[in-house]
């Protein structure tokens, strides 16, 4: 239905920033709310950041309130996640997801389409 493609991960020092990209395909983005999860190792993956159809909602997970921000571009079929004041524990693989609808989910399993990954790395 929709390809997912996530970039923008790498290493970085606690208290940096990066920004993720997910790149999606299709002519069909408009129809989906996209998300933002991650999973570290020995770890649940779990809800990071979520936005709606058209920008008009958008949540969070508590540990990143304040330090994430999502956006999406329907014009460029491109949804990103800014990340400042990154610490160790954002270290993990992220993921965007894509779901059929205005709403979005928390829970992973509300997702129908999931990217690769790309991996964030916090060094402290």
């Known amino acids: 239905q929709v390809q997912l493609v996530e970039s923008g991960g790498g290493l970085v020092q606690a208290g940096g920033s990066l920004r993720l990209s997910c790149a999606a395909s299709?002519?069909?983005?408009?129809?989906?709310?996209m998300g933002w999860f991650r999973q570290a190792p020995g770890k649940e993956r779990e809800f990071v950041a979520a936005?709606?159809?058209?920008?008009?909602?958008?949540g969070y997970a508590d540990s990143v309130k304040g330090r994430f921000t999502i956006s999406r571009d329907n014009a460029k079929n491109t949804v990103y996640l800014q990340m400042n004041s990154l610490k160790p524990e954002d270290t993990a693989v992220y993921y965007c997801?894509?779901?059929?609808?205005?709403?979005?989910?928390?829970?992973?399993?509300?997702?129908?389409?999931w990217g690769q990954g790309t991996q964030v790395t916090v060094s402290s």
């Open positions: 936005i709606s159809r058209s920008s008009a909602f958008t």
């Open positions: 997801a894509a779901r059929v609808g205005s709403a979005y989910r928390t829970a992973a399993a509300g997702y129908d389409n």
């Open positions: 299709g002519r069909t983005f408009n129809n989906y709310a």
